[in-house]
């Protein structure tokens, strides 16, 4: 079947072709290709699964492209199986970080969340730091609130002081920031 699979009128066989190919690195321009296109969700999950058990830097770039769709389920897809791979993408975390689309910078904290929590806290308090949109700074700070240390601190104050005129999001630092000092309540509780 192969790559021509890819190109079927059949969603079962451009699906079992995406499936076939993830054992290829050779396939990742036509698997890429093919995920420009698809339309179909089944299949177009399989296309995402294959590159990112390629891993190569070029099925990487392919799966990052996604996160610019203007299709919401698309950019979930990228999203989702980027998730699954934080190490193979680390290497475009700053230049996702800084991108001058503020939905990739705000999509790419959810990434960057899953890396081991010294990188993953330096590469958000370095977002803040320089960050001029109160909602991606959300989304740091939601970030920090899982994998940030007493490092953070200070940067959460500067952004709080920063966005003072955000009261959900001074609210939101207030919260992580007590968190993160141990004011008793354990990382993740619940408790109101």
Known sequence: MGAEGLKSASGDTRWAAARQLAKDPSGVTELASALAVESDPRVREALFTSLAHIQTPEAVAA?????????????????DVLNTMPEAVAGQLPGLLADPDPDVRLLVCDIVRRLPSAVASRYLCALLEREALPNVCAAAVEALS??????????????????????FLVFSIQIVSHRIAGDGRTRGSQSA
């Open 146 to 167: 899982e994998v940030g240390d007493e490092s953070a601190l200070p940067y959460l104050a500067r952004c709080a002081e920063r966005f003072a005129t955000e009261p």
């Open 63 to 79: 799966i990052l492209s996604h996160l610019r769709s203007p299709d919401a389920a698309v950019r979930a897809g990228a999203l």
